[in-house]
T-cell receptor, first 117, second 115 residues
Framework: AQTVTQSQPEMSVQEAETVTLSCTYD???????LFWYKQPPSRQMILVIRQEAYKQQNATENRFSVNFQKAAKSFSLKISDSQLGDTAMYFC??????????????FGTGTSLTVIP | DTAVSQTPKYLVTQMGNDKSIKCEQN?????MYWYKQDSKKFLKIMFSYNNKELIINETVPNRFSPKSPDKAHLNLHINSLELGDSAVYFC??????????????FGSGTQLSVL
């Protein structure tokens, strides 16, 4: 079974500063995907960023970037120039694709991020 | 056009009642899921359906029964509701091997409160 670990239950950052959220995972699969989802107080689950394991280049989406270390099974999220709207719960997720069983997603326990004005 | 829609958004009911949550996706995905998010925000998979076949049934009480009339719908029926069932329930869908767009599409969640 796959496991996803987020060791930081809560974090805070000053507005405009940079923060890094940690995530590690355990798998024996070679082909997989990693995700960061954001859940603001509105409850909606929003995809922040996605990384394919076969790609060495780290994914970036505007102010959001990841540091993907495949050998170390680490997938951290960096948020630059933090904004008040970044305040949310952040979930790291792992997915191993399968046509026979469908994509199976596994989530970490989440990190609650607060951006301080 | 909402990709994954679930109803109702809020559900308040008494212990012992039976209730259903409906979910529909218009993305043509083969796989649909039900997740439970408890008060600590932990997100746990309950059921996964691939092409209308049950793939995962984690340690969920048999009071919970998923029903998938077709690939676009996955409803969740809960019998004899208990206080511990209070949570947010998310429906989601996904499609394998879509050439780079694999991700989980979530519904907006149903806040279930059992009194």
């Amino acid at each position: 079974a796959q496991t996803v670990t987020q060791s930081q239950p809560e974090m805070s950052v000053q507005e405009a500063e940079t923060v890094t959220l940690s995530c590690t995972y355990d798998t024996s699969e070679n082909n997989y995907y990693l995700f960061w989802y954001k859940q603001p107080p509105s409850r909606q689950m929003i995809l922040v960023i996605r990384q394919e394991a076969y790609k060495q280049q780290n994914a970036t989406e505007n102010r959001f970037s990841v540091n993907f270390q495949k050998a170390a099974k680490s997938f951290s999220l960096k948020i630059s120039d933090s904004q008040l709207g970044d305040t949310a719960m952040y979930f790291c997720a792992f997915m191993a694709p399968s046509l026979s069983t469908g994509n199976q997603f596994y989530f970490g326990t989440g990190t609650s991020l607060t951006v301080i004005p | 056009d909402t990709a994954v829609s679930q109803t109702p958004k809020y559900l308040v009911t008494q212990m012992g009642n039976d209730k259903s949550i409906k979910c529909e996706q218009n993305l043509g995905h083969d796989t649909m899921y039900w997740y439970k998010q408890d008060s600590k925000k932990f997100l746990k998979i309950m059921f996964s359906y691939n092409n209308k076949e049950l793939i995962i049934n984690e340690t969920v009480p048999n009071r919970f029964s998923p029903k998938s009339p077709d690939k676009a719908h996955l409803n969740l029926h809960i019998n004899s509701l208990e206080l511990g069932d209070s949570a947010v329930y998310f429906c989601a869908s996904s499609q394998p091997w879509t050439g780079g767009s694999e991700k989980l599409f979530f519904g907006s969640g149903t806040q279930l409160s059992v009194l």
